[in-house]
T-cell receptor, first 113, second 114 residues
Framework: EADIYQTPRYLVIGTGKKITLECSQT?????MYWYQQDPGMELHLIHY???????EKGDLSSESTVSRIRTEHFPLTLESARPSHTSQYLC????????????FGQGTRLTVV | RKEVEQDPGPFNVPEGATVAFNCTYS??????FFWYRQDCRKEPKLLMS?????NEDGRFTAQLNRASQYISLLIRDSKLSDSATYLC???????????????WGLGTSLAVNP
């Protein structure tokens, strides 16, 4: 089993609230990712990091922000949640090198009402 | 046209059937290839990496054709528990740097029926 954890698993929150989705991994991986996925739809990369103090925006524009102050921690923040942010957010990490697989957390299912 | 393309399906097959999924990629700088499995409302999990010589893991066989930029996954003697979405993933170099990027296909949905 992968040692990558996301909290909370489920979150229902009101419009306008600030939220932080947590992602932690204990594998020492430098590379971490946040994906957004709606039910039955494809994975969209919204943020990634190649190491501490490195963050980049992904392919899908997102109003969320991320930080990478520690190797093991890659939180995602929404300053003001809106119903359009309702989705599943999946965090992943992988080691450097050829052929290394990505390990996913169990995801956070966010509903903004 | 997407960089990694898969037939979305759904594939509906009876138990015991053999089913094959195809995936094509357009960027010749692609270096590593994977098949992931994603169950409904769950996170993707690695099913198998795909090696140039082809590889097999039990009922699953993966093949890579670099010349045609094509990857396949064959499932033999399919089980009910094989029902899931199968994601083709390609890793390639980003620009001229040393960084690599994972490119995900949309996935192929498989339903194995009793």
């Amino acid at each position: 089993e992968a040692d990558i954890y996301q909290t909370p698993r489920y979150l229902v929150i009101g419009t306008g609230k600030k939220i932080t989705l947590e992602c932690s991994q204990t594998m020492g991986h430098d590379k971490m990712y946040w994906y957004q996925q709606d039910p039955g739809m494809e994975l969209h990369l919204i943020h990634y990091s190649y190491g501490v103090n490195s963050t980049e925006k992904g392919d899908l524009s997102s109003e969320s922000t991320v930080s990478r102050i520690r190797t093991e921690h890659f939180p995602l923040t929404l300053e003001s949640a809106r119903p359009s942010h309702t989705s599943q957010y999946l965090c992943a990490s992988r080691d450097v090198g050829e052929g290394t697989e990505a390990f996913f957390g169990q995801g956070t299912r966010l509903t903004v009402v | 046209r997407k960089e990694v393309e898969q037939d979305p399906g759904p594939f509906n097959v009876p138990e015991g059937a053999t089913v094959a999924f195809n995936c094509t990629y357009s960027n010749s700088a692609s270096q590593s290839f994977f098949w992931y499995r994603q169950d409904c409302r769950k996170e993707p999990k690695l099913l198998m990496s795909v090696y140039s010589s082809g590889n097999e893991d039990g009922r699953f066989t993966a093949q890579l054709n670099r010349a045609s930029q094509y990857i396949s996954l064959l499932i033999r003697d399919s089980k009910l528990s094989d029902s899931a979405t199968y994601l083709c993933v390609v890793k390639r170099v980003v620009n001229a740097g040393n960084n690599r990027k994972l490119i995900w296909g949309l996935g192929t949905s498989l339903a194995v029926n009793p």
